[in-house]
């Protein structure tokens, strides 16, 4: 019988296991990484300009949207609001330019010309008193009463409510029965504090008394971010009451000084 050699063939399985043994993977050298980086794919590019192309969309976009005007914000009825408003000062202004034509006309025609032009010159004569503030005057209007318990109201705030009436079409305005509104008035603090308008100090609650067509005042006032807004808003923390009226009375009027510098030509 022949002896078993130590030497013999091992299993051809345990072979196999060691040779099966998973490889650990080799990591990246250093200056392979850097190599990448410097000199990118097809693909890295391509990501890359699909990246750079969206940033540049986004960017667009937000510039359009703060370029809009605040009116695409607006809900409908402030836009009806809005064109009714400019609808009303249309009107207005078509109605003066029939006037300022039939007065032309009427200085045009000869021996009636002298009569007509005394009485445009006594016409424009009161308006132009009207706008400097030199005569008491009446008209149907609204009555702002403004309530402001924490003493926050600044010049500025109440400047942007007068010029939001004007632009509403507000003719005179008056404030506390006592201050009369005009190209002329500046307001500002004392040394105390407190608001003065023209020199004179005014004083919570306000009263505005304005002059004008009552519908297209108040909506004027009330149009969001206006004057009642700002005041019931919580930076102030006033409050707002708007009464129209068939006659307002502003009796105050303002004292003419002498120009020390301008002259008409």
Do not use: C
């Not at 060691?18 to 190599?35: D, N």
């Not at 006037?99 to 009427?106: G, I, K, M, S």
């Not at 404030?175 to 008035?185: C, E, G, K």
């Amino acid at each position: 019988m022949p002896e078993l050699n130590d030497d013999a063939e091992e299993p051809v399985t345990a072979r196999r296991g060691v040779e099966e043994e998973t490889p650990t993977p080799e990591r990246p050298e250093p200056h392979r990484i850097l190599r990448d980086f410097l000199r990118p794919g097809r693909g890295q590019l391509t990501v890359a300009l699909i990246l750079m192309l969206t940033a540049v969309m986004i960017v667009l976009t937000l510039r359009s949207q703060a370029q809009e005007p605040t009116y695409s914000n607006l809900r409908r009825t402030e836009l009806i609001q809005l064109l009714d408003n400019l609808s009303s000062e249309t009107r207005r202004l078509e109605a003066d330019i029939r006037n300022l034509q039939a007065t032309r006309d009427e200085l045009a025609s000869g021996a009636e010309g002298v009569d007509a032009a005394r009485a445009e010159a006594n016409r424009r004569l009161d308006e132009l008193e009207i706008i400097a503030g030199t005569v008491p005057v009446h008209g149907t209007g609204i009555r702002i009463r403004i309530a402001d318990p924490e003493n926050k109201i600044s010049p500025e705030l109440l400047l942007d409510g007068l010029e939001e009436l004007r632009d509403a079409g507000a003719e005179v305005i008056e404030i506390n029965d006592r201050v009369r509104v005009t190209a002329s008035t500046w307001l500002g603090l004392d040394s105390q504090g407190r608001l003065i308008a023209n020199d004179q100090v005014i004083e919570a609650p306000f009263t505005l008394d304005v002059i004008g067509d009552p519908a297209t005042l108040e909506a004027g006032a009330r149009f969001r971010g206006g004057l009642v807004s700002e005041i019931e808003g919580a930076r102030v923390g006033g409050r707002v009451t708007i009464e129209q009226m068939d006659r307002v009375d502003i009796d105050s009027t303002v004292v003419l000084t002498e120009n020390e510098f301008a002259r008409p030509n």
